[in-house]
């Protein structure tokens, strides 16, 4: 008797469960795995095969045109999706550095595309940062955002380039665009520097809620951070 099990997440793919009975004897495989088109069904195949019986052809011809199927499947989603998100510092402690700023924006890139999304600019200032990057729909938004603000603020900790605890307030910005957009995104995030002598973050950040027509309470908007420029 075989017990096969198949769940469907719209956000990461499929997921297996897998148990069976073989005369008197039950033994169960559970197997738990993503597939995802950058995966190959033979690596999967294998751990099936090294945990299941041999004498279970069936079990492994079913998983074998289940994920045959689900691939071919996969392999038609086509996706064009740019995101600019926008996060900040929780206070004058937790400011930026020009000295690390570098290397945080290098970290926080590579956890970005270490979820196969791909960093086109990446750039802030002393209270707060802006990354656009194109977004695949193998993961949440929230989720990725979690990652990259988690993560991040371990990072600054262990390097110890703040006194006391790093952390950024909580929730985000994040904006879409469309391919014709791009450049000018990637040339406003690389000027940076230059924009914020003449604006300041709130009002930056107000006018891109009011641009996409975002509601938004007051009540919850970033709290400004106060910090000398240097």
Same mark, same amino acid.
């Given at each position: 008797m075989?017990?096969?099990?198949i769940?469907?997440?719209?956000?990461a793919?499929?997921?297996f469960?897998?148990?069976?009975?073989?005369?008197t004897?039950?033994?169960?495989?559970?197997?738990k795995?993503?597939?995802?088109?950058d995966?190959?069904?033979?690596n999967?195949?294998?751990?099936?095969?090294?945990?299941s019986?041999q004498?279970?052809?069936?079990?492994?011809?079913?998983?074998?045109?289940?994920?045959?199927n689900v691939t071919?499947?996969m392999a038609?989603?086509?996706?064009?999706i740019?995101?600019q998100?926008?996060?900040v510092?929780?206070?004058?402690a937790?400011i930026?550095? !020009? *000295?690390?700023?570098?290397?945080?924006? @290098?970290y926080?890139t590579?956890?970005? $595309?270490n /979820?196969n999304h &791909?960093?086109?600019?990446?750039?802030?200032?002393?209270?707060?940062?802006?990354v656009?990057?194109?977004?695949?729909p193998?993961?949440?938004?929230?989720?990725?955002?979690?990652?990259i603000k988690?993560?991040?603020?371990k990072?600054?900790?262990?390097k110890?380039?703040v006194?006391?605890?790093?952390s950024?307030?909580?929730?985000?910005?994040?904006?879409?665009?469309? !391919? *014709?957009?791009?450049?000018?995104?990637? @040339?406003?995030i690389?000027?940076?520097? $230059?924009? /914020?002598?003449? &604006?300041?973050f709130?009002?930056?950040?107000?006018e891109?809620?009011q641009?996409f027509?975002?509601?938004y309470?007051?009540?919850?908007?970033?709290?400004p951070?106060?910090?000398?420029p240097e």
């Amino acid at each position: 008797m075989i017990l096969f099990a198949i769940l469907l997440c719209p956000t990461a793919g499929p997921w297996f469960f897998c148990s069976f009975k073989t005369g008197t004897s039950q033994k169960k495989v559970k197997i738990k795995t993503h597939v995802t088109p950058d995966k190959e069904v033979p690596n999967f195949l294998a751990r099936v095969y090294k945990r299941s019986s041999q004498n279970l052809p069936c079990l492994k011809q079913i998983i074998y045109l289940y994920l045959i199927n689900v691939t071919k499947k996969m392999a038609n989603t086509y996706t064009q999706i740019h995101v600019q998100s926008v996060f900040v510092v929780q206070n004058r402690a937790c400011i930026i550095h !020009k *000295s690390w700023k570098e290397e945080l924006y @290098k970290y926080i890139t590579g956890i970005i $595309q270490n /979820h196969n999304h &791909k960093v086109l600019a990446i750039n802030g200032m002393p209270d707060h940062i802006h990354v656009l990057f194109g977004f695949r729909p193998t993961q949440s938004l929230s989720d990725l955002m979690q990652d990259i603000k988690g993560d991040s603020s371990k990072w600054i900790k262990a390097k110890g380039f703040v006194r006391g605890k790093f952390s950024w307030q909580e929730g985000y910005g994040a904006f879409s665009y469309s !391919k *014709s957009h791009v450049d000018r995104v990637i @040339k406003y995030i690389q000027n940076q520097e $230059q924009h /914020h002598k003449q &604006k300041t973050f709130t009002k930056e950040y107000l006018e891109l809620l009011q641009k996409f027509e975002v509601d938004y309470n007051e009540t919850y908007i970033f709290k400004p951070v106060e910090y000398d420029p240097e």
